[in-house]
């Protein structure tokens, strides 16, 4: 048997020092975490867009950490050796208390790392859980667990005081001990100063090219909706393969070559 290659931290720590692009994809089951990690996907994100592309629902709210669990359990069953990321869905992590407990049955059902929604206000969850051996990705911009607050799926960081807060956020975060950023629907120029600002790995979703790695959601990519709305950041790389193993390795293809996302997949301030 071909021996597996483990992505780590310090993996990607050393993708971003020597400037090689980072691949994640979100993964919600096993066999599709055998096939995307054989393709070369580094990070398996279980996503708690799992709500909206798996279960139907027109938001993430729904999701309970019960559902993370499970799901994330079934992705570690058949992983490669990528890391796997996880994330706290809705209200897991109201208090530190919360996302503690909540973290930690994550990584007992397979995370290596947790992923977190939300701003400088997160610092002292970020601080209890890095503490206590669990590394956490925090994921700023667009959030889509406030998408109540926001009024919709929109861009975030457009106005110079919202591009100041959120520069200042992310250093915030990295030095509460965040191990990696995720930034979503942010304008590209925004989004590349953040991932110079910071030394952690910074991956972006209709965040331009200039981030340290792209995620994107499994079933956009494969040209598969529920509802016929694809986000103007998403590219289908079905398009022109025979199967979904070849779809996925031409992704991971287009991220490493930085083909992938083009200026028509970003946003501008
Ligand atoms: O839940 C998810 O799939 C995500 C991606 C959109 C980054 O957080």
């Known amino acids: 048997m071909p021996e597996v290659t483990l992505t780590t931290l310090t993996t990607l720590n050393g993708l971003k020092a020597a400037g090689e692009k980072?691949?994640?994809?979100t993964c919600y089951d096993a066999t599709f975490a055998k096939v995307a990690s054989e393709a070369g996907v580094e990070v398996l994100l279980v996503g708690d867009s799992l709500g909206m592309v798996l279960q139907g629902h027109d938001s993430t709210l729904p999701v309970s950490n019960d559902d993370m669990a499970y799901h994330t359990a079934c992705v570690k069953r058949g992983n490669q050796g990528a890391l796997i990321l996880a994330d706290l869905p809705f209200m897991a992590h109201a208090t530190p208390e919360l996302a503690f407990s909540n973290a930690a049955q994550l990584m007992r059902a397979g995370a290596h790392m947790v992923k977190i929604e939300g701003a400088a206000w997160l610092a002292d969850t970020i601080r209890l859980l890095a503490d206590r051996?669990?590394?956490v990705c925090a994921h700023m911009g667009l959030t889509p667990q406030t998408v109540n607050v926001l009024g919709g799926y929109k861009v975030q960081g457009r106005s110079e005081a919202q591009a100041r807060q959120m520069r200042a956020d992310?250093?915030?975060?990295?030095?509460?001990?965040?191990a990696m950023l995720l930034l979503e629907c942010v304008p590209s120029e925004l989004a590349a100063e953040i991932t110079q600002a910071v030394a952690i790995p910074v991956i972006g979703i209709g965040a331009g090219a200039a981030t340290d790695g792209q995620v994107l959601v499994l079933h956009d990519m494969l040209g598969l909706s529920l509802t016929g709305r694809v986000p103007k950041f998403v590219k289908n790389f079905m398009d022109g393969q025979p199967n979904i193993h070849s779809a996925l390795?031409?992704?991971?293809?287009?991220?490493?070559?930085?083909?992938?996302?083009?200026?028509?997949?970003?946003f501008n301030a």
Do not use: C, N, R, W
């Not at 992310?170 to 965040?178: D, N, S, V």
């Open 170 to 178: 992310a250093i915030a975060l990295e030095q509460a001990g965040a």
């Open 133 to 135: 051996g669990v590394p």
């Open 22 to 25: 980072i691949t994640m994809l």
């Open 249 to 266: 390795a031409a992704y991971v293809q287009a991220v490493k070559a930085v083909s992938f996302p083009a200026d028509e997949h970003g």
